[in-house]
């Protein structure tokens, strides 16, 4: 089993720059696939980016590419979301998540969650 904790929202205005981090007990982290997603105000869950477990692959939504970059370093079981160029339509809580199977830009092939963390883009 894996417990994920996010952290590193918070208000930045428009232009700027955030670092969310997702640190994950367990010992198996290496083998999950991990992946960010964000749920703004009135609206679903939205796919972010990902990682994969194996060879770091990553994949990113069409509205954060070039901007927002996904990475992970097991050694420190932990995640991270480098948002750069923040845009008030980025404002959402984040999610960062976990999987074993399943397609990495569907939230029900996730086995895990954080408990999120908000982040808000001024204009």
């Known amino acids: 089993q894996v417990q994920l904790v996010d952290s590193g929202g918070g208000l930045v205005q428009a232009g700027g720059s955030l670092r969310l981090s997702c640190a994950a007990s367990?010992?198996?982290?290496?083998?999950?696939?991990m992946g960010w997603f964000r749920q703004a105000p009135g609206k679903e869950r939205e796919f972010v980016l990902a990682v994969s477990w194996s060879d770091d692959t990553t994949y990113y939504a069409a509205s954060v590419k070039g901007r927002f970059t996904i990475s992970r370093d097991n050694a420190k079981n932990t995640v991270y979301l480098q948002m750069n160029n923040l845009k008030p339509e980025d404002t959402a809580v984040y999610y960062c998540?976990?999987?074993?199977?399943?397609?990495?830009?569907?939230?029900?092939?996730?086995?895990?969650w954080g408990q999120g963390t908000q982040v808000t883009v001024s204009s």
């Open positions: 998540a976990a999987r074993t199977t399943g397609r990495y830009y569907d939230g029900a092939s996730y086995e895990y």
């Open positions: 367990g010992r198996t982290f290496r083998r999950y696939a």
